[in-house]
Every structure is written in C-alpha cells, then in structure tokens.
C-alpha cells in the first residue's frame, strides 16, 4: 500500500470523539500537526498563514453576519445547496457559493455533491451556540488581529526588548498614551459584548472545568453559611460559577458572588439565586470579608508580576487564616516541549496585555511574595492549566 494508501486508512474514522479524554485529543492534534508540517512545503506553510487562514475567517464571519449557520440549524442542518443556503437568508446565490466552497475546501463543511454541502460539528455549534460566533467577529477582527498586528512594529521600536511595563506596550503603540486593553474593550458595546462571549467560549471549550479538577466537595463539608461559599473575582459572565452550581444544586441562595467591572456585569444576567453579582475593582481592597474561597480564573496573567501581586494582597487583606482558600486556575508552562496552547496564549498576552503566562516556579515566587503559599497544586497530567490551592502564611 502506498504512503498515501496508509495515511487514509489510519485516519478513517478519527474525530475529536475518538478519544478517551481532552488531554489525548490535544495530543493527537499536535502529531497530526507536526505530521502536516513536515509534508508541507515553506511556501505551502506561508500561503496558509498569509492567505489561506485570512480568508477563511473573512468567509465565516461573512456567513455568520448572513445568519447562514443559523437558519441551517433551524432547517435541520440537512445537506443545502449555496442556493438553497442563499435563499434561506435572503442573500445572493453567487456570493454564497463563494464562500461555503471555500469552507469546503478547509473541511469545515462536507460536499456531498456538486454544489451541495453538510454541515460539520463546527458549523452546526456556530448555528446553535449563540457565543462561539463572536470568537470571529470583534475579538477576531478588533483584538487579535489589531494586536498581533501591531506586535512586531511595537517590538521594533522599543530595540527588541521583553516588554514588561503595562503602561508601554503594544496598546499604547497603537491609541496612544494612556490607554489600556480593557478601556479599548469597554469603549464598544459590541466589542465588550463579543469579547465576553468569547471569554465564555474560551472557558467553555478550551479549559478543564475547575470543579473537575479540585474537589470542591471538600468545600462544603465546613463551610460557614453565614457568608458566601466562592467569590469569583474578575469573574466575566459567571460561566465558571454555573459550573460550581450545577455541581452543587443544593447550595443556598447567595452563596457564590460574582465580582467584576461594573462595566461588565451591566451586560450579565444571572438566572440563578444562588449567584449574586458585586462590582468590584480588583485593584482596591476586598470588601468580602472572610469567604471560603476567593477564586481567579485566566486574571492573573493578564497583570506583570508588579500588578498580580497587588492584587493578591487585595484578596489575602480578606482573607481568614485557616478557612479561607484562593484558588488559581491558570495556565502552566512547561519547561520541555509547552503546549502550543499555552505559547499561543503567552503570546496573547504579551501583544494584549504586555504580560506573560507563567511556570510553576514563577507561580510560586509570585504568590510567595503576596504573602500566601501554595498548598497544592491540582492539575491532570497533561492539561493546558491547573488550579492552584493557597492560603495565607
């Protein structure tokens, strides 16, 4: 049998269920990688950067506006001609074939026939999954583009120098003085409204659910009602208390305090009694005194080490010696062979943010110096993050 006769017959079958647990399915996704970079070319490698990955994503956000994967899905997501596509959105056949035939030749939609397709996991959750479809609109176009755009020209001009001041980074290169990522977010209901969607997708499809990997049903067993159970600090949407929820149904009403911006939980609506939502800015003093657990998800690296531990100490200022618990759940990097998941995130937060994902000996000098220590560290072997356990000295 030929390598190609080989290849075909080892990959028959293979999808993102055929894995036992996430962690196998990202390491199967970065063999298959190494495997198509090294059959690819240099010039194969840089069309797809430079041109093939651009318009994919100008495809799908084009599709997403037209309301394409949605109407699919009400349709009941049965194989459609780009006519038959076009006329469930009112949009022009020729305009439309364009672009599904594109996503077909990315395997992101199936051609059955000539001029016929079915959807793709991916594209029936764009058509029922009302936040995935901002991760291609504003947080794609306005963020990431326009900062990992300015990136390189940024690190020209500061002589190639790891960027560590918060006040001079790839933001200020491009607004001006004075400005900051999240002003730039706050600034545009849509930009603030498809970056929280994002963020919840981020959480929903890129992390282990923090209740899966600390065993919250410790927290319970002493937990003292007269105050709330977990305070959420930075806590977006709440997508990470919902999970401690649906764990826990039987907690109390008010339990669990969602804190952030009020910027930001204007836009937030909590269906459930037991989550109640507190304006906070993490910079000034923690106003719950006492809770069990003071939780941070994705917030520290977002801060230089300067800032994150100025926010530590906010939190350990609340903190009651022998109850209270913080949990970090953050990203590690490797020493040997990282995650591509967590460079990519690295680098995120260099051009947005000018900040740094961090190791595990970075993340104890860090709470060490807010005056806290790690108890422990809770992580699957081979997943992206962890959360860290730490109480005060």
Aim: aromatic share 8%; hydrophobic share 40%; proline share 6%.
């Amino acid at each position: 049998m030929s390598a190609l006769g080989h290849l075909s017959a080892a990959l028959q079958g293979l999808n993102f269920e055929s894995f036992t647990n996430g962690e196998d399915r990202l390491r199967a996704e970065d063999l298959l990688l190494e495997a198509l970079n090294r059959v690819r070319t240099p010039w194969d490698i840089a069309w797809n950067h430079n041109w093939v990955n651009l318009a994919t994503n100008a495809a799908v956000k084009t599709l997403v506006d037209t309301g394409v994967f949605q109407r699919w899905a009400e349709h009941g997501h049965k194989p459609q001609t780009s006519a038959e596509l076009a006329k469930l959105t009112d949009t022009d056949p020729t305009l439309i074939k364009r672009l599904v035939r594109h996503l077909a030749t990315q395997h992101l939609l199936i051609e059955t026939a000539e001029d016929t397709y079915a959807p793709t996991p991916w594209a029936i959750t764009l058509g029922t999954d009302p936040a995935l479809p901002s991760v291609y609109g504003t947080m794609y176009h306005e963020v990431n583009a326009v900062f990992f755009g300015g990136m390189p020209p940024f690190l020209k001009k500061i002589g190639y120098k790891n960027p560590t001041d918060a006040t001079n980074g790839v933001i200020q290169h491009l607004q001006g003085p004075g400005t900051s990522f999240f002003q730039y977010i706050l600034s545009d209901p849509v930009r603030n409204k498809e970056f929280t969607d994002a963020m919840e997708c981020h959480s929903k499809w890129n992390m282990t659910a923090w209740p899966d990997v600390f065993p919250t049903d410790t927290l319970l067993k002493d937990a003292k009602l007269d105050r709330p159970l977990v305070v959420d600090v930075g806590g977006s949407k709440g997508h990470d208390l919902e999970k401690f929820r649906l764990k826990h149904p039987e907690i109390p009403d008010g339990s669990l305090v969602l804190q952030d911006l009020p910027g930001v939980l204007r836009s937030v609506d909590i269906s459930s009694k037991a989550i109640t939502k507190h304006p906070y800015d993490f910079f000034t003093p923690q106003p719950i005194m006492g809770a069990h657990v003071y939780y941070l998800h994705s917030v520290l690296h977002d801060w230089s080490d300067e800032h994150a531990i100025s926010i530590l100490k906010n939190i350990a200022g609340a903190m009651e010696k022998g109850y209270s618990k913080l949990l970090i759940h953050e990203c590690m990097i490797n020493n040997i062979k990282p995650s591509p998941r967590t460079t990519t995130s690295d680098l995120t937060m260099l051009a947005c943010m000018t900040a740094a994902e961090r190791t595990v000996k970075e993340w104890h000098d860090l709470i060490a110096a807010a005056g806290l220590k790690v108890v422990k560290i809770w992580k699957l072997p081979t997943a992206v993050e962890g959360v860290i356990e730490a109480e005060l000295v």
